[in-house]
């Protein structure tokens, strides 16, 4: 009789534990805790970073990724490129860029030793965070830099 319960257990346990793997399935794993990831596209290649209005790039930059992310209601995109320019010229060309089309940098950080800047500038409603960087010596010559539009 022991022998007869304890297979109608085992029995009742996998069917349970196998109708809720099915529940889950149809259901979706997903709950509102991982809704931002759901919102995240990034894309890798030559063609994937879009323009950011009154803040064109160098001519020399090749975009390697672009990443959009939907929080709270705002679109967030960031765009890394590399380029053989060094820091120091992109970083100017940045400056330059930035005063000639009206922008306002509100915060800027700077690193002359190690060759990086952040800047973070704004214009009207619109926001930008530029990140200029030299390559690491193991990374080859040239600069990577970053374009953050919330």
Same mark, same amino acid.
Do not use: C, H
């Given at each position: 009789m022991a022998q007869l319960k304890r297979n109608s257990t085992t029995w009742l346990i996998r069917t349970l534990g196998a109708l809720m793997v099915a529940f889950a399935a149809l259901a979706g794993v997903t709950g509102q805790a991982f809704a931002h990831d759901d919102d995240e596209v990034v894309t890798y290649g030559p063609n994937a970073c879009t323009v950011v209005a009154d803040l064109p790039v160098p001519a020399s930059a090749t975009c390697v990724k672009h990443r959009s992310e939907l929080d709270?209601?705002?679109?967030?995109?960031?765009?890394?490129?590399?380029?053989q320019e060094s820091a120091n010229t992109v970083r100017l060309a940045?400056? #330059?860029?930035?005063?000639?089309?009206?922008?306002?940098?509100?915060?800027?950080? #700077? !690193?002359?030793?190690? #060759?990086?800047? !952040?800047?973070?500038?704004?214009?009207?409603?619109?926001?930008?965070?530029?990140?200029?960087?030299? #390559?690491?010596?193991d990374e080859g010559a040239g600069t990577k830099f970053a374009i953050e539009e919330r």
């Open positions: 709270d209601g705002v679109t967030e995109t960031k765009n890394s490129y590399i380029t940045f400056e #330059q860029t930035l005063s000639k089309n009206g922008w306002t940098v509100v915060k800027a950080k #700077q !690193d002359s030793v190690d #060759q990086e800047w !952040d800047y973070t500038a704004i214009k009207g409603l619109r926001r930008v965070k530029i990140e200029v960087e030299a #390559q690491e010596p």
